[in-house]
């Protein structure tokens, strides 16, 4: 008698998560200030943490990813699984890798040759900063919020275009 094992198809292998908790997982900072990450006896260093909600909600469904954008697992809710002094160091990391300044007042657009050139003022400073027009980059990202990625793949982030002058508001228009 032969015994057979069952076969797991693609999608109930892919739908299978490694979920990280207290429990199961360490992280802790390298010399250099890297994340590392111990799971089980496992472990990576030069991590990275990608939200899949990073405009709506960076504290639920966190991806704990290496260099070579490896999945490691994720972290369902960082509230809820996590003690205070880790939650600390994985909100530290969320805020390096999503780091986008404010735009607080935006004083003029100008456009030539396909490239956008934006004057602003954020909550980190003033600024001036190229978009290349077209392919996504000023997009509304939640009803309100619009994000702009400039040439270099700098994050500007408008939290409320309704809170805008109505100069502003039409400068940012055509760009929507």
């Known amino acids: 008698m032969q015994i057979t094992k069952p076969i797991q198809s693609d999608l109930s292998v ?3 998560m490694n979920y990280l908790t207290a429990d199961n997982t360490t992280f802790t900072k390298t010399e250099g200030q890297l994340l590392m990450i111990k ?6 260093k ?7 909600f990073p405009h709506t909600n960076n504290r639920i469904y966190i991806s704990i990813r290496t ?24 909100e530290e990391q969320i805020q390096m890798r999503y ?4 735009i607080t007042r935006l004083t003029g657009i100008k ?13 980190s400073g003033s600024c001036q900063f190229t978009v290349r027009n077209g392919g996504g980059n000023v997009k509304l990202v939640t009803e309100r ?4 990625i400039d040439v270099y793949g700098n994050r500007f982030v408008i939290e409320d275009i ?3 002058s109505e100069k502003e508001y039409r400068l940012v228009e055509m760009y929507i």
């Open 99 to 102: 780091f986008a300044p404010e």
């Open 46 to 52: 030069g991590v990275y943490l990608h939200c899949s």
């Open 162 to 164: 309704k809170q805008l």
């Open 14 to 16: 892919a739908a299978s």
């Open 67 to 90: 260099g070579d954008n490896k999945e490691i697992g994720i972290i369902k809710s960082l509230d809820d699984d996590f003690p205070k002094d880790v939650v600390g160091l994985l």
């Open 111 to 123: 456009e030539e040759f396909g490239y956008s050139y934006w004057d602003a003022e954020t909550n």
């Open 39 to 44: 799971v089980n006896d496992e472990e990576h």
């Open 145 to 148: 919020k619009l994000l702009i």
